[in-house]
């Protein structure tokens, strides 16, 4: 279900807000190529407490505008494409202004883009019924973009298009960004270099250990290639374990590296003291949701 922050009848004068969650992959297995040249997965994806904003009213024609972010505001930005895609769809000649404010860092493996253009969807399908089939919409967007429409954690598989829900206790943790931005079509391309593909995640495992205070069972199969090429990520992860934090993981392809906290309490004084040692970093204490 798409989180509703202010629920107010759309006008011309007063937008409508909706929150846009990252996410974090619980674990990332490349099990091999595929004939197609796509990657068979297998992965836990998990919303987070963290996220985007997006603002929606009702306008004569499609505009979009971004603060917190140098990105374009036309058919290069996900979020035009999918509010696009969703008015041809849907046969409207109407159109929408759009303000999305980024809090997330880019092309950092929480999903933000995907996130926006999944909550782009669900918003217009509020603010225009059409009964349109919101998942094979999201996927010709991107093939994290069905994931953010379910509003729960998943497994993910084939592409990522196939998810199953699991419930996924909430969990603190601590997500850390250290500022370089990491290309997932190069991140692929390291892993096929080598071709290190690795077996099915132990998702029962990783259930089991997330508030076990146990270490979780999980990998990344990109994290090797993507931090031997990016020493920050390497230590990003190196701050998170001397943090008392357990399990650090590279998420997706990178570059944000998470850890889980016992509580709130510690998620937070670790968060505290990673930003105050790294100023010039993306520090966030935050839940699974």
């Known amino acids: 279900m798409l989180p509703l922050m202010t629920q107010v009848a759309p006008t011309r004068t007063q937008p409508i807000s909706y929150f846009a969650p990252a996410k974090v992959n619980l674990g990332l297995s490349v099990r091999g190529l595929r004939a197609d040249g796509f990657h068979e997965l297998h992965t836990v994806m998990v919303p987070l407490g963290v996220g985007d904003d997006l603002q929606i009213q009702p306008a004569p024609t499609l505009t979009l505008t971004v603060e917190g972010a140098n990105l374009p505001t036309d058919a290069r930005n996900l979020v035009y494409r999918a509010a696009r895609a969703y008015l041809d769809a849907a046969g409207l000649d109407t159109g929408v202004h759009l303000t999305l ?12 883009g995907s996130s926006d253009a ?23 967007l991107g093939a994290d973009v069905p994931f953010f429409l379910i509003g729960q954690a998943a497994i993910a598989e084939g592409v990522g298009e196939i998810l199953t829900p699991l419930p996924v206790p909430r969990v603190p943790l601590v997500l850390v960004n250290p500022g370089v931005e990491v290309s997932a079509a190069d991140a692929y391309r390291w892993l096929d270099d080598e071709e290190e593909f690795s077996p099915a995640l132990d998702i029962e495992g990783i259930l089991a250990a997330l508030t076990s205070g146990r270490p979780v069972p999980y990998l990344n199969a990109l994290q090797a290639h993507v931090a031997l090429r990016h020493p920050p990520v390497q230590e990003a992860l190196k701050l998170l374990a001397e943090a008392g934090l357990r399990s650090p993981l590279m998420s997706g392809s990178g570059s944000t590296c998470y850890a889980i906290a016992d509580n709130d309490d510690q998620a937070h004084d670790a968060a505290r003291a990673i930003a105050q040692y790294r100023p010039d970093w993306w520090v966030q204490a935050t839940q699974t949701l």
């Open 118 to 140: 999944a909550t782009t969807l669900m918003a217009l399908a509020r603010l225009f019924p059409a009964g349109l089939d919101l998942p094979t919409l999201a996927l010709k």
């Open 101 to 112: 404010i980024k809090r997330l860092p880019l092309a950092s493996g929480l999903g933000g």
